[in-house]
């Protein structure tokens, strides 16, 4: 039973609602297939940061933390950033906590782009970035990463810059791609747009999985770059909890008072218990700098167990994914090639069309490692098992 609404309303995202995603993950739960699909660990996190929560909350952390976030964990960000990338942001102006990256990355479109705003992002990409410009009457420009190493064709960037262009959206590391910008990347963007009023908004959530000791090359590495950019990056995927929703911005003060007024009023101010555990587990740098070393083990299992696979797999430079082809051995389209993994093998993946506003189809599909050696090998036992076609 549903309650029929009395009114009609005119969706701002009509197309929104009938993705991919939303068929897998019916197919998936009706087939009870093996999770290699979605970006959440399936496996707990460290039990002394519940510890953490749990006192916060006994201690009486239960009500609104400070609006931009806690003094503690903005300084103990601000000092982790200023070690590891060298950029030092001013607590009380530059930091910001927010309910998740998710929301950052709304607060920081919303908060900066204006009707008629042109927005570039390379695809394939991470599902918000084009709606949420689209709700606030942005135009988001698609530009395709280059194939077969997913590379930002600079060109391309240049051709695409009108007087309109407001915002430019990078992912390092990238998913669904895993691959990750270089210092000659940072420095093209720097060049291409210098003397103009261009504001990069820089998705770095997977900033501390990177693997064979590649550096992370973020904007706050880049000092020309972290003077016009609004970084983002998530609790979530660092600490192994999505589903806390704790996330941060950094941006120079300017343009993070726009930011702020937007989060004043969409969520006032993130999680308070959390916010007190996180401040006082990042102090131990370790709770983080280990995280390449423990995904990179996971990366080099799923591609030893899939050695016996008929699938090609693509390098993964970072992130906690990894693109696989199937190319040599058949023609189906990657929604067909999912489909048939979830209800012939029981395994579920992404097809990667589903990153693309016009559903490219390079037959590939996304499988996520973030998850524990048993669905790791059960995983790849099915994907082995699969025949051409
Ligand atoms: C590239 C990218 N950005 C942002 C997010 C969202 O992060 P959060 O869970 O903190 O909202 C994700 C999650 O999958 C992601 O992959």
Redesign the pocket.
């Known amino acids: 039973m549903t309650i029929k609404s009395s009114v009609t309303s005119r969706s701002k995202l009509p197309d929104v609602g009938t993705t991919i995603f939303s068929v897998i993950g019916q197919l998936s739960a009706q087939h009870n297939a093996i999770n290699m699909s979605q970006?959440?660990p399936n496996f707990p996190c460290d039990p002394a940061l519940v510890q953490r929560v749990m006192r916060a909350m006994e201690q009486g952390h239960n009500q609104y933390a400070p609006m931009t976030g806690l003094v503690a964990l903005k300084e103990a960000l601000a000092s982790k950033v200023f070690t590891l990338y060298g950029q030092q942001y001013d607590v009380n102006s530059e930091v910001l906590i927010?309910g998740?990256?998710?929301?950052?990355?709304y607060a920081a479109i919303s908060g900066l782009v204006h009707a008629g705003d042109e927005v570039i992002f390379f695809e394939p990409?991470?599902d918000?970035y084009a709606p949420v410009v689209r709700l606030q009457g942005g135009v988001p420009v698609a530009l395709k990463l280059q194939l077969p190493d997913f590379a930002i064709n600079w060109d391309d960037v240049r051709a695409a810059i009108t007087p309109r262009t407001r915002m430019i959206i990078i992912?390092t590391p990238?998913?669904?791609s895993a691959q990750v910008l270089s210092r000659e990347d940072l420095d093209q963007l720097a060049a291409i747009i210098r003397n103009s009023d261009i504001v990069v908004l820089s998705?770095e959530?997977?900033e501390h999985i990177l693997f064979d000791g590649r550096q992370h090359q973020g904007m706050a590495t880049h000092t020309e770059l972290a003077q016009r950019s609004v970084i983002?990056?998530?609790?979530?995927?660092t600490f192994h909890v999505?589903g806390w929703?704790?996330?941060y911005c950094l941006a120079p003060a300017e343009l993070m008072a726009e930011l702020v007024k937007v989060h004043q009023f969409m969520m006032y101010a993130a999680d308070t218990p959390m916010q007190v555990a996180f401040a006082d587990y990042l102090r131990q740098p370790e709770n983080y700098l280990g995280l390449s070393e423990f995904y990179q083990r996971k990366r080099d299992t799923l591609i030893a167990l899939l050695a016996a696979s008929p699938f090609r797999l693509l390098p993964s430079a970072g992130?906690f994914?990894m693109l696989a082809s199937y190319a040599d051995f058949s023609d189906e389209s990657d929604s067909e090639m999912v489909k048939r993994l979830i209800v012939d093998y029981g395994v579920a993946t992404i097809p990667l069309s589903a990153f693309y506003t016009d559903g490219t189809d390079n037959k590939l599909i996304r499988l996520s490692f973030a998850k524990d050696d048993a669905t790791l090998r059960a995983g790849a036992e099915a994907l082995c098992r699969v025949k051409p076609r």
């Not at 998740?100 to 990355?105: L, N």
């Not at 983002?232 to 995927?237: D, I």
């Open positions: 970006g959440a927010t998740s990256a998710s929301q950052g990355i990409a991470f918000s992912n990238h998913n669904p998705d959530v997977y983002v990056s998530s609790f979530g995927k999505t929703r704790v996330g992130s994914f």
